[in-house]
Every structure is written in C-alpha cells, then in structure tokens.
C-alpha cells in the first residue's frame, strides 16, 4: 500500500487498502483471515476514491456504540432478514445519533458482504470489530487489588464534592 497521501496528491485521504488495514491491525485475526478482506476490497472496490479523516473518525467512533449496533443487527438475524446498506445505515443512526457516511457504509459491506449479495455477513462484522476492542491494550492485563481500591475510593471522593 502507497499510504497517506501518496496517491492522492495531499488531499489529505487514505487509500480503501490502507483504510483495510488500519481496521484489522489491532485484531487478533490470522494473516489468512485478513488477506481475505484484503483480497475483497482489491476486488470489489472499482473506483478508490480515498478514505478522508472524518470518514475514518466517524466509522471508529462505530466502536463506542458496537454493542448497540450489536444487538440493532442481530433484531435482523434474528427475524432472518437480510441486513442491506439502507438497513445498516439506518441502525447506525438509531445506535449513534448520527448517520455514517454512504462512502463507509459501502466500503463496510465491501469488506463484510461474505458471499456478494448485498448484505451484511453479521457474524464477520461484529468478530472484526469486537476483536478490535480487545485488542486495545487491555486483553490479559491484571489490575492489582490496590488499584482498585484507589480507583473507588478517588471515584467515591470526586462524587462526595459533586454532590456539595
């Protein structure tokens, strides 16, 4: 990949490869599973017309709301209904109060429609994007007892003045 800028003069935009790889380089996936979205996005992208800062944000900021978005999804998979852009789309902005955009949402099911239908592969979305909040530093770190306690007694604290 050409990275930041490199292809596009400046503008300030990544390439859809770079924007594949920064979503599943904090994954715990094998290199086989990702060249698996790497070999989609080179195939079904036909015009790459870059991935702007604010495209890139707003899709991150997907994770805060994941476990929503979550359950918003699996309403579909559950009523077996087919999860289509226009459907995603509207999820995203009942989970998050703002709606993504249309660029992303497309490069989204690029990357997790499985089989080329137009829909949404559920289950491959939410591994991805849950394994990228695992893997955010936190996996298998031990939190010794003390630290806890300072914890609650600081949160206690800060509550006490809060309420005066």
Not at 65 to 90: C, G, S, Y
Not at 138 to 160: L, Y
């Amino acid at each position: 990949s050409s990275g930041i800028n490199a292809e596009y003069g400046g503008s300030g935009r990544i390439q859809e490869i770079d924007f594949t790889e920064l979503l599943l380089a904090r994954t715990l996936l094998s290199e086989i599973e990702k060249d698996k979205y790497r070999g989609r996005i080179m195939s079904r992208s036909d015009v790459d017309s870059g991935v702007s800062f604010f495209q890139y944000s707003q899709f991150m900021n997907l994770l805060n709301d994941i476990h929503d978005l979550e359950i918003a999804l699996r309403m579909f998979q559950i009523a077996k209904k087919p999860v289509t852009q226009e459907e995603f789309q509207r999820a995203v902005r009942v989970c998050t109060g703002t709606p993504l955009d249309d660029k992303m949402v497309q490069l989204t099911f690029e990357l997790f429609d499985e089989d080329g239908d137009g829909h949404l592969g559920h289950e491959e979305f939410m591994k991805v994007m849950k394994n990228r909040i695992r893997s955010r530093g936190t996996v298998n770190v031990e939190i010794p007892p003390k630290s806890w306690k300072a914890f609650r007694k600081c949160v206690h604290e800060r509550m006490m003045v809060a309420a005066i």
